[in-house]
């Protein structure tokens, strides 16, 4: 199989969570059917599976994932409409997770065919993303064992806090949905849920654990940069 590690990225700005999602799935669905294909080629016909890195924003949402608890929303319709906020019950793993303004969502569609066949090495390669990002703002994220995600206090313990959520699918090595990481949150959206169903943690942000807002563009920029070196991306093209 021919590899290929060049990724498109793509900055979609604020979009409503049903229309990343949709186009989430016809990225995947695009690669997949790329890779059916070229089962039925020779190896000298075969053509590149493209990779995706989509960065965004949302408007207040709330998502469930497959091993989720419906429970975990302490809203009822009528909450939800009062805070502005949607909700989806989705295809990704994980537990219940909020979305806002001022959050990096990252959506990393990768054939990791391309890379390597390994879901927990990419997740652990994701946490890696965010936790070197902290550290260019000064903060010590890590992880702690067992959790999914990145934490502050994560080694003592002492106040435990997440600065971002994950939850991934993949099919035939093809991933979807990714990270989202608190930059500027309104953390306040987190009190009408359990986040991700673990009742004894706290969620954070960088603005919190800085004690201001950041710019946002530039934890972008980091992200990418670090996701570019963790993955060993030969090249990391902007197209809208």
Same mark, same amino acid.
């Given at each position: 199989?021919?590899?290929n590690?060049?990724?498109?990225?793509?900055?979609?700005?604020?979009?409503?969570?049903?229309?990343?999602?949709?186009?989430q799935? @016809?990225?995947?669905?695009?690669?997949v059917?790329?890779?059916?294909?070229?089962?039925?080629?020779?190896?000298?016909s075969?053509?590149l599976?493209?990779?995706?890195?989509?960065?965004?924003?949302?408007p207040?949402?709330?998502?469930?994932g497959?091993?989720?608890?419906?429970?975990?929303?302490?809203?009822?319709e009528?909450?939800?409409e009062?805070?502005?906020?949607?909700?989806? @019950?989705i295809?990704?793993?994980g537990?219940?997770?909020?979305?806002?303004?001022?959050?990096?969502?990252?959506?990393?569609?990768f054939?990791?065919?391309?890379?390597?066949?390994?879901?927990?090495?990419y997740?652990?390669?994701?946490?890696?993303?965010?936790?070197?990002?902290?550290?260019?703002?000064?903060?010590?994220?890590g992880?702690i064992?067992?959790?999914?995600?990145?934490w502050?206090?994560?080694?003592?313990?002492?106040?435990?806090?997440?600065?971002?959520?994950?939850?991934?699918?993949?099919?035939?090595?093809?991933?979807?949905?990714?990270?989202?990481?608190?930059?500027?949150?309104?953390?306040?959206?987190?009190?009408?849920i359990?986040?991700?169903?673990?009742?004894?943690?706290?969620?954070?942000?960088?603005?919190?654990?800085?004690?201001?807002?950041?710019?946002?563009?530039?934890?972008?920029?980091?992200?990418?940069?670090?996701?570019?070196?963790?993955?060993?991306?030969?090249?990391?093209?902007?197209?809208?």
């Amino acid at each position: 199989m021919i590899h290929n590690k060049t990724v498109i990225f793509q900055n979609l700005g604020l979009i409503d969570y049903q229309t990343a999602w949709d186009y989430q799935e @016809k990225l995947h669905a695009e690669i997949v059917g790329v890779k059916l294909n070229n089962k039925h080629l020779a190896l000298d016909s075969q053509v590149l599976t493209p990779n995706y890195l989509l960065f965004c924003e949302h408007p207040h949402v709330y998502t469930l994932g497959k091993s989720g608890k419906p429970e975990h929303l302490l809203l009822d319709e009528a909450g939800l409409e009062n805070y502005e906020a949607k909700y989806y @019950k989705i295809n990704r793993g994980g537990d219940i997770t909020y979305h806002g303004k001022g959050q990096l969502v990252g959506y990393p569609i990768f054939d990791l065919e391309n890379f390597f066949t390994d879901i927990h090495k990419y997740m652990r390669f994701l946490e890696e993303g965010v936790i070197r990002t902290c550290a260019d703002f000064g903060i010590d994220a890590g992880r702690i064992q067992g959790l999914t995600g990145v934490w502050i206090d994560y080694v003592e313990q002492k106040n435990p806090r997440k600065i971002c959520a994950m939850g991934v699918k993949a099919s035939r090595w093809v991933t979807m949905h990714g990270f989202a990481l608190n930059v500027n949150t309104d953390l306040n959206y987190f009190k009408h849920i359990v986040p991700c169903g673990i009742e004894d943690k706290a969620v954070t942000s960088i603005e919190q654990e800085l004690g201001k807002p950041q710019d946002f563009q530039e934890v972008s920029n980091r992200m990418a940069k670090h996701l570019q070196d963790i993955f060993e991306i030969e090249a990391l093209s902007d197209r809208q």
